[in-house]
């Protein structure tokens, strides 16, 4: 009997040292991925700086003015910045 309790006891506890291994491993996998992700995506901005075009932003701004008589006037200015290397 005494051995049945000792061998439960030793399961459990390599239950439990296995699933902590496991997760440290894939904490630890998970981080090895990311670290590469960000290695990889340094090296191709230093490598290819010129892979998108230079592109334009267009900026909206609507003015509202409310007269002496009530009545309310609007302005619309647009505002456009090219970005390209030169």
Sequence with gaps: MGIGIT???IIILAFFILKSIISFSLKL????I???L????IWICSEK???HKPFSMDTIEYLFKINKDG???TTKQVTRTVLKEQ
């Design 7 to 9: 061998t439960v006891i």
């Design 29 to 32: 996998i998970g981080l090895a």
């Design 34 to 36: 990311l670290i590469l």
């Design 38 to 41: 960000a290695v990889f995506t």
């Design 49 to 51: 700086p010129d892979m």
């Design 71 to 73: 009545s309310m006037t």
